[in-house]
């Protein structure tokens, strides 16, 4: 395997399967967060909120990777503070990581959300009256139930964290070993005269990668879904 | 003794109920539509009423005055639904020891090797909940309930979405519950006969108001109220198995007269409350001869209420207990039916479904 690909693009795969890994855990418990209060809370502004989370989605790539820049950048508001306290985003896998996860956010959240919604609100109220604070319940019978939608929102988004390129190459650029993941890497490969071969071993890679995340939450999927579903 | 006092508007209608439910088995009564689910979900804390107040004592649910208003999760209240709500990604054992896991550690509790007795669940403890039907459902949300340490239990209609077969196979752990378990229970039914065997006391609901409350062979056996309609109309007796016939018949003593049902499965000596349908009582005059009826009650008419319809419902007071007749209010006049006259009722053994006896009439007043 080793062998196979160049240690280019070895570095490329194992930062890409970096970024995407901490991409994905760190927002998942925002995301599930913000998928619950989008499914069951009514508040002023829920549907900002809900424009917020989906906005990436919409946006061209490359607005979000910019708009990240002003923001996170060391000379942005955030960024600056970020700075202060010894973070430091841009340029670095921490970015990429980052761009990831805003760009997967929405379609995490989508897939959560549909499955907390279709929790019975009625078997949360039977397990209040059987005395599990609002909390409990939460963690007792919303998050096993609506567990399936998880999976399959948590597995999607690390697909598209693999993918992400316009938001990642336009926020922390294209350094080898810092921010070259595997999108940026078919690219830079393509701009050199002999590139090519490394360019489809890449490819090669990202759809194998895809295709074993979509199998894998096809089974997960199936698995929690028959304990939840009884029988 | 838990006193609730509720008023709530919603659009087109009014709750104003006002009732106390001492210890055993309070059965709210009533149409549906009658406010009987929401006064059990304002119990529960599942809705909040504009303004009420629930205590027992000085436990303080709700008191929209002092503001006091207790969450759900704090009220230590079982709570078996319709649907029994069991959570399907659980086991039958472990949706058991859930209300378990929740209550006070100092709290008094029942067992839970006795609540699987007492119920017949322990083969189906490995289970899901998928896996079971309706009635095996509902046995386990009763024991589910129970097990949470509860100062009340709430059902609301629990036999409702099962058919005559399994509502005949819960009802006796209702019985069983009321009789073996100090929690005392409110219980919803639009149901007779439910109310008939299970009510220590019947709160009789309309239209959002409480129509009347008291023991159950008073609040049955009053021709005013009929809260479900003059077809359901029919009085509870109280009776002691005196003894089983080789024919098939089992016969009881009502307060002195020999009352002959179906074979019914009680030991001598054994309480047990019939509901005799106002429907399948006769009157006559006279004391009949030669009828096919083996139940004759004498007894003297204490009121007699005509309905919308061609009928009228005819009350009477027998050494047994009330007793509700319905009939044509042409017969009413041939006979010349009046308050303090002397009738005979006629019951005919066999009309008395085996729904309507009950077991266990100990808390009965």
Known sequence: MTDWLGPAEWQAVALSLQVSFWATLASLPLGIFVAYALARWSFPGKQILNGIVHLPLILPPVVTGYVLLLTLGTRGPVGSVLADWGVVLAFRWTGAAVAAAVMAFPLMVRAIRLSIEAVDPKLEQASATLGASPIWVFLTVTLPMALPGIVAGTILAFAKAMGEFGATITFVSNIPGQTRTIPSAIYAFLQVPGGEDAAVRLVIVSVVVAMGALLLSEMIGRRVAARVGGA | MLDVSLRHKFAGFTLDAH??????????????????????????????????????????????????????????????????????????????????????????????????????????????????????????????????????????????????ARKAEILPYFERLRDEVSVPILYVSHSASEVARLATTVVALDAGRVVAQGPAHAVLGDPSILPTGARDAGAVLTARVARHHDDGLTELDAGGLPLFLPRVRAAPEAQLRIRIAAHDVILSRTRPEGLSALNILPGTIQDIRAGDGPGTIVALDTAAGRVLARITQRSAAAMALEVGATVFAVVKTVSVASGDIGGGAKRQS
């Open chain 2, 19 to 164: 009732f106390t439910a001492p210890a055993g088995v309070t059965v709210l009564f009533g149409r549906s539509g009658s406010g009987k689910t929401t006064i059990v979900n304002a119990v529960a804390g599942l809705l909040m009423p504009q303004t009420g107040r629930i205590a027992a004592g000085d436990w303080v649910l709700l008191d929209t005055d002092r503001t006091i208003r207790l969450k759900p999760h704090k009220r230590r209240i079982g709570y078996v639904f319709q649907e029994a709500r069991l959570f399907p990604h659980l086991t039958v054992r472990q949706n058991l020891a859930y209300g378990a896991w929740f209550a006070p550690k100092s709290a008094p509790r029942e067992s839970m090797s006795r609540v699987v007795e007492m119920l017949g669940i322990g083969p189906l403890l490995d289970r899901r909940p998928g896996a079971l039907s309706g009635g095996e459902r509902q046995r386990v949300a009763i024991g589910r309930a129970l097990l949470s340490a509860p100062r009340l239990i709430l059902a609301d209609e629990p036999l409702a979405a099962l058919d005559e």
